[in-house]
């Protein structure tokens, strides 16, 4: 669409502010009235900008709709049908292309009906107001070359419909899209087919579920494709899947993941009509379809098995492994009877594991009592392996739903667990005992930290005691694991001399950049899903606002600030909607996303952004003492944050992509590692499903195939007068350019160019 009717929608929705609340449909009246076209284009903008206000209908991605009409042109059909045909995302598009003899569609809300009065491309369509499940049901002599549809999500029907199975009537009770896909399939011709969008709980094997009674009249899921967790933000953020059903006595799905690539589309696409494995899994495999419970499911099932490979972990059949699986046997549970040899379990993979029920919080009534053998493995051993990021991702691979996931017992039974190779129970019992030590110091440390504070006089007796414990500082070793923007400034801190006011400036410097990085973290992951960032922006605004910070002129506080927000929205997601923070971060790692989200991590950048108001700049002269106490203030919360990231960026490292060849396999790059202090950085090789732009910065896990790109306000740059590679943080844009600070680098501390990069951003992310 022209950016010239983007402003003129614009306008009338001013205009329309001036007079009345902006709502959907008026701006579609008025945009129609003023001679503006509705169709699918401009309908999506229009509804993107202004939400659908409460409307249960959907905006269907662009990769989504091309690709379902992509198959269903495969087979030329010339009557096709869309039972749920929304706003038309679907229906116009389809019609055009594929050109049937005839299309029917039917829509069941008002407001679906006046938008289809207004629509410019939806010429040739039999449009109907009703509901198309019940016009299925009661035609029984329609028949169709294809249906397409994406019907509203986990919508129920009101009790149980009947549909004729083979000649019986049958009672179904199930989501209504999903009682859609059935009575459509019911209304193929002989070599038709049907392309539905469904929700993952599709493919759940309930007694008289939609998933058999299609097995039952010779249908088949012969693809599943998956849309990935966020694609339909903000209506909602579930994984879902295009999926295929035709007559069939096919055992194999065909699966992958659809992209907003359109080279990785194009591949998925011949492979499905081919139904051959791709060159990766996101561009198709066959699965078999009875274990099938999604795309995502299978890929943290491949990923356990790499992450089992990188750790030296071999699987065990259960069977070999443990002698009994409990479950609860009642709502009343109350615990189990202790036995030896006893781990439990917990089924939500956030929860430790642990060898004592007393551990586990007393409304826990979710766990497993797993009896081990003790000649194989130890209770502990196995405990402390469930708990590490590996038995997280184990964890998650065995779990189904898609809020609140948890781990059934039919898949913990059907399971291999891991273990280390060549690691006996005598090497697992000085694991335990290793881990015994690491607990007794920590335990130590606590007691001396008491007895320092209660005798603060015996310093002296303390500091033999310390040196005792610490007899190695591994800080140099720990500041080479971060990425490069926040280990430069670190080492510099740590390297440099000066007065007690220049270190802890130069450590107030750490902590604004710290605070960026992890906002422009954030705010990349979130803005790249644009119906996320529609959803988020007003809120993040008016806390901005509330602080008195913005963007255009953005300081210490500012990114805070989007710390604070984004932290806390995502600590709430992830605990309720797994599927999309991982798909949003582009990583499955819990342990990496738990560090990013933490709290404690934005109440220190908050304490010391008061530190920084109070203490630079904004005095007159400051005392050496009172200097020196800033200092070692600032020291401790580096400690703090060192003891909160741990080294979890070994596993996000930063790159930047140089040197791109596409394969068969999908894109492979030569890129920088921008991690540690020094440079030049060393290269290496990553392979990818999606393209990276050159000349940005990502994030990349190693259980992902996909980067996340991070927005262009921490930039890698030659400087101007060394022409060394320097890191600079975005400061501001005013009448002279976009300004870039280096906190470290003082040979060129500061950079003012046009960056047009950065102009782009301010305005994708709502600052004028």
């Not at 499940?133 to 419909?161: E, W």
């Not at 781990?343 to 979710?366: G, H, I, N, R, S």
């Not at 992509?657 to 920088?672: L, M, N, S």
Request: with cysteine; aromatic share 10%; hydrophobic share 40%.
């Amino acid at each position: 669409m022209s950016t010239n009717i983007e402003q003129q929608i614009w306008e009338i929705a001013d205009r329309m502010r001036s007079e009345s609340p902006i709502t959907p449909s008026g701006i579609i009246e008025l945009c129609y009235k003023d001679g503006i076209e509705i169709n699918s284009v401009s309908l999506r903008f229009i509804l993107s900008r202004f939400g659908l206000k409460g409307e249960d209908e959907l905006l269907v991605p662009f990769e989504v709709t091309r690709f379902m009409i992509r198959i269903a042109e495969a087979r030329s059909p010339q009557r096709v049908l869309d039972p749920s045909a929304g706003l038309g995302f679907v229906a116009s598009p389809a019609n055009a292309i594929l050109k049937p003899e005839v299309f029917d569609a039917y829509a069941k809300s008002q407001f679906a009906a006046n938008v289809w009065a207004r629509l410019s491309n939806a010429q040739g369509i039999n449009f109907n107001f009703g509901d198309g499940l019940a016009s299925l049901v009661d035609d029984q002599d329609a028949r169709y070359d294809a249906i397409l549809s994406c019907p509203p999500f986990g919508m129920n029907t009101r009790g149980p419909q009947e549909v004729p199975i083979n000649g019986q009537l049958r009672q179904v009770r199930a989501e209504y899209a999903h009682l859609l896909a059935l009575a459509s399939c019911l209304r193929l011709r002989e070599n038709g087919i049907a392309v539905f969008v469904v929700t993952n709980s599709f493919f759940l094997d309930r007694k008289n579920g939609v998933k058999r009674l299609l097995a039952e009249a010779g249908f088949s899921v012969t693809a599943a494709i998956e849309v990935a967790a966020g694609s339909f933000a903000p209506r909602t953020n579930i994984p879902t899947h295009i999926v295929t059903i035709e007559k069939s006595q096919s055992e194999q799905i065909f699966t992958g993941r659809i992209s907003q690539d359109n080279t990785h589309n194009q591949a998925l696409f011949e492979n499905l009509i081919k139904r051959k494995h791709g060159k990766t899994p996101e561009q198709g495999l066959l699965v078999e379809g009875d274990r099938f419970r999604g795309f995502h499911a299978d890929e943290l099932s491949r990923n356990l098995i790499r992450a089992a490979k990188r750790q030296g972990l071999v699987p065990h059949s259960i069977d070999d492994v443990v002698l009994e699986v409990h479950t609860p046997t009642s709502t009343s549970f109350e615990g189990y009877e202790d036995q030896p040899n006893a781990v439990y379990l917990p089924q939500m993979a956030t929860m430790q594991a642990t060898t004592c029920q007393p551990d586990f919080p007393e409304k826990l009534k979710y766990y497993f009592q797993l009896i081990v053998d003790p000649s194989i493995v130890s209770a502990d051993f196995l405990a402390g392996l469930f708990n590490t990021a590996f038995g997280q991702l184990w964890r998650g691979s065995l779990s189904s739903g898609s809020t609140m996931a948890r781990m059934p017992k039919s898949a913990l039974e059907a399971a291999d667990i891991y273990l280390p190779e060549d690691c006996g129970i005598e090497l697992q019992q000085e694991v335990i005992e290793c881990q015994d030590r690491l607990s007794l110091l920590t335990v130590e440390i606590r007691e001396l930290e008491t007895r320092l504070w209660q005798r603060p006089a015996a310093v002296k007796a303390l500091e033999k005691q310390v040196n005792t414990i610490n007899r190695e500082d591994r800080y140099e070793d720990w500041v080479e694991t971060l990425p490069f923007p926040l280990a430069s400034i670190l080492w510099s801190c740590h390297t440099q001399t000066g007065s007690s006011k220049e270190q802890y400036e130069r450590k107030l410097h750490f902590f604004e950049a710290l605070a960026e990085f992890i906002g422009v973290v954030h705010m990349s992951a979130y803005s790249a899903n644009e119906g996320l960032w529609q959803d988020s922006q007003k809120q993040l605004n008016a806390a901005l606002d509330q602080g008195k910070v913005s963007l255009e002129r953005a300081t210490f506080g500012t990114w805070a600030i989007i710390a604070g927000f984004f932290g806390k929205k995502s600590r709430g997601l992830l605990a309720k909607e797994a599927d999309l923070v991982f798909e949003l971060y582009k990583t499955s790692s819990r342990e990496l996303l738990q560090t990013l989200f933490s709290k404690k991590l934005v109440t220190i950048l908050q304490e010391v952004n008061n530190v920084r108001n109070n203490f630079s700049g904004h005095v007159g002269a400051m005392s050496d003492r009172d200097a020196a106490q800033v200092n070692d203030s600032l020291k401790s919360k580096i400690q703090a944050v060192r003891e909160i990231f741990g080294i979890v960026w070994e596993d996000f490292r930063l790159i930047l992509p140089e040197d791109c060849r596409f394969t068969d396999a999908g894109f492979e790059y030569k890129a920088k590692i921008i991690t540690g202090t020094r440079t030049p950085f060393r290269s290496d090789t990553f392979h990818t499903t999606e393209p990276m732009k050159d000349g940005s910065l990502y994030l990349i896990s190693p259980d992902h195939t996909r980067g996340l790109k991070l927005l262009p306000f921490v930039k890698v740059l030659p400087s101007p007068k060394t022409e060394e590679n320097a890191c600079y943080f975005y400061n501001r844009r005013d009448a002279q350019g976009v300004r870039f600070l280096s906190y470290y680098f003082e040979g060129d501390a500061e950079v003012i160019g046009e960056f047009g990069d950065v102009a782009s951003a301010l305005v994708k992310l709502g600052t004028p």
